[in-house]
């Protein structure tokens, strides 16, 4: 499987940013979709993720209410849209793949590249 990440980009505080990722390959139904963010000096964390056997989305406390995960048009595609964006989302954000995708759990089968987010105050 390859993940393939797109949409980073410089914005100011309190703007928007979609990233987009693309999943090709062998692909299952039992793995979710997903985006972790790696800040400069800290660990990987979870931001969000979402499952389509069952249907369910999940998100990080620290973005819940500002960013949306979704299921794009494009067959095994993701979309995430960050709203309200803060300095403090200023990352390198990872897509990946897997069967335990969630701020407690951390499957991960797949990583895809990083795209950086860089939010200015």
């Known amino acids: 499987v390859q993940l393939q990440a797109s949409g980073g980009g410089l914005v100011q505080a309190g703007g928007s940013l979609r990233l987009s990722c693309a999943a090709s390959g062998r692909t299952f139904s039992s793995r979710g979709m997903g985006w972790f963010r790696q800040a400069p000096g800290k660990e990987r964390q979870f931001v969000a993720a979402i499952y389509w056997v069952p249907s369910n989305t999940y998100y990080s406390d620290s973005v819940k209410g500002r960013f949306t995960i979704s299921r794009a048009n494009a067959k095994n595609t993701i979309d995430l849209q960050m709203n309200s964006l803060k300095p403090e989302d200023t990352a390198v954000y990872y897509c990946?793949?897997?069967?335990?995708?969630?701020?407690?759990?951390?499957?991960?089968?797949?990583w895809g590249q990083g795209t950086l987010v860089t939010v200015s105050s």
């Open positions: 990946a793949s897997g069967t335990g995708l969630s701020q407690t759990t951390r499957r991960v089968d797949y």
